[in-house]
Every structure is written in C-alpha cells, then in structure tokens.
C-alpha cells in the first residue's frame, strides 16, 4: 500500500506565497520522478512542475520563475514553493509520483488526493 499525501494548501492574498508538501508513504522500494498538477474549477489538470530522482527540474511556463519544485529524498518528500501568487493560480493541486513498490517489477504512477490552493483579497 502506497499513499501520497499533500499539505500545505490555504486561502492567500494576490502577491502572497504558499510551500506545499507531497509526502509518500508506504512499502516504496525507489521513487523516480515526482510532480505537481493542478485543476481550476471548469478546466482539465494540468502539469505544473517536475522533478526527477537527481533533482534535475522543468516547469510549466506559467509558473516559471515564481515557483520552485524540490524533492528530500531521505524522507520521500517533495515541496512545491510558490511565490508572487496570482489568482489564476487557484486551483487544487494535485502531486504524483512514479515508483515501484518493494517486490515490485515495474514503476507505476500513484497520485495524491490534492490541496486547495485559494488566492484571493
């Protein structure tokens, strides 16, 4: 059993910022790469920022500059900063990971439940 599990969502001011956790948890044998999604009212998810194992980094360009992906491999724990909050960036997010479980054969992508993420005056 595998479970991924985010925080740090919240209600913020335009300008604001906000650093949101992704915690895996569970009988994880490695994890490769990890990112963040995110999914307005009315509109599909969409990919916000990556990471991989080594750290190496990519970014939807919308959020480009303004947020910060990291990842704490010794706790299977990646953060999202976000920083310069805009009001087009409410939305819930959404975190996933690609891994493979202890005994496991193949990685497999397991996601989050999400987090509100409001910003708002």
């Known amino acids: 059993q595998v479970q991924l599990v985010e925080s740090g969502g919240g209600l913020v001011q335009p300008g604001g910022s906000l650093r949101l956790s992704c915690a895996a948890s569970?009988?994880?044998?490695?994890?490769?790469?990890m990112g963040w999604y995110r999914q307005a009212p009315g509109r599909q998810r969409e990919w916000v920022a990556r990471?991989?194992?080594?750290?190496?980094?990519n970014y939807a360009d919308s959020v480009t500059g303004r947020f910060t992906i990291s990842r704490d491999n010794a706790k299977n724990t990646m953060y999202l900063q976000m920083n310069s909050l805009k009001p087009e960036d409410t939305a819930v997010y959404f975190c996933?990971?690609?891994?493979?479980?202890?005994?496991?054969?193949?990685?497999?992508?397991?996601w989050g439940q999400g987090t509100q993420v409001t910003v708002s005056s």
């Open positions: 569970g009988s994880i044998f490695s994890i490769n790469r």
């Open positions: 996933n990971a690609d891994l493979k479980i202890k005994g496991g054969t193949y990685e497999y992508r397991y």
């Open positions: 990471i991989t194992s080594g750290g190496s980094t």
